[in-house]
């Protein structure tokens, strides 16, 4: 048997009590904003609940996070919560801090970190060539991993070349890499450049600086391959560099 068809009346054209209870017995009765059983249904929408309980959520998070913004301004302002002294605050404080040992003294100068038992600075011995000697020159570099104390102590090594001017202000390292007892450096062009403007002694004295200063401060490096602009060099004049440089090697 098919169910009674419910019919929708206009507001306007109600029917009186009778034929209304008539009409609901028969299942002929609906009208708008009302259910199945007559009551009127007068929850808003889901979207509009989510908003607002979204919106709820946010406004008691900003209240939260301003009162504990503004209950730690006034611990700090009444001293409550103290500073701990090897704390740097500021970038002023990191320097002096990076500057100092753990007894309170400064550092000198500095290379290899592991060295210093993890200080912020450790020291390092460049050879810079003085006629036909070495005469050395500390400096100080930073930095947690040893290839870029490498990079800063080749670097330091360079700048005094060129303050001598055995190196011209172009000359500069492209990219380093350690292997054991090997020492790989990319060079500029203007480094090669350099090395045919000096002639051969005063290439030969310059390269074994840069060996012993390598040597000295990063055992086990004993042996140097260089690369100009990542290739290797053909040319033999008016050194070879064709071939490793390093102690006990021929060069």
Do not use: H
């Amino acid at each position: 048997m098919r169910p009674s068809q419910r019919r929708k009346i206009p507001f306007d054209d109600e029917p009186s009590p009778s034929e209304k209870r008539e009409m609901i017995r028969r299942g002929e009765w609906e009208e708008d904003g009302e259910n199945d059983e007559g009551e009127t249904n007068s929850r808003a929408p889901l979207v509009f609940r989510l908003l607002a309980w979204t919106s709820l959520v946010l406004i008691f998070f900003a209240v939260g996070y301003g009162a504990t913004s503004l209950a730690f301004k006034w611990l700090d302002k009444k001293t409550v919560v103290r500073t701990p002294e090897n704390l740097a605050v500021t970038s002023e404080d990191a320097r002096n801090v990076l500057n100092r040992t753990p007894n309170g003294e400064n550092l000198p100068l500095s290379a290899d970190l592991a060295a210093q038992g993890g200080n912020a600075y450790v020291t390092a011995t460049i050879s810079i060539p003085d006629g036909n000697s070495f005469k050395t020159r500390q400096i100080r570099c930073s930095g947690a991993l040893r290839e870029d104390t490498i990079k800063q102590t080749l670097a330091a090594y360079m700048d005094a070349m060129k303050e001598s001017q055995i190196l011209s202000a172009g000359a500069q390292d492209l990219n380093i890499f350690q292997s054991g007892e090997w020492l790989y450096l990319n060079m500029s062009g203007d480094f090669l450049e350099s090395i045919k403007t000096l002639g051969a002694e005063k290439s030969r004295l310059m390269l074994t600086g840069l060996v012993k200063t390598m040597s000295d401060n990063f055992p086990p490096v004993n042996k140097i391959k260089f690369y100009i602009d990542g290739k290797e060099v053909r040319d033999k004049k008016p050194i070879d560099l064709i071939s490793p440089w390093g102690f006990g090697v021929r060069s």
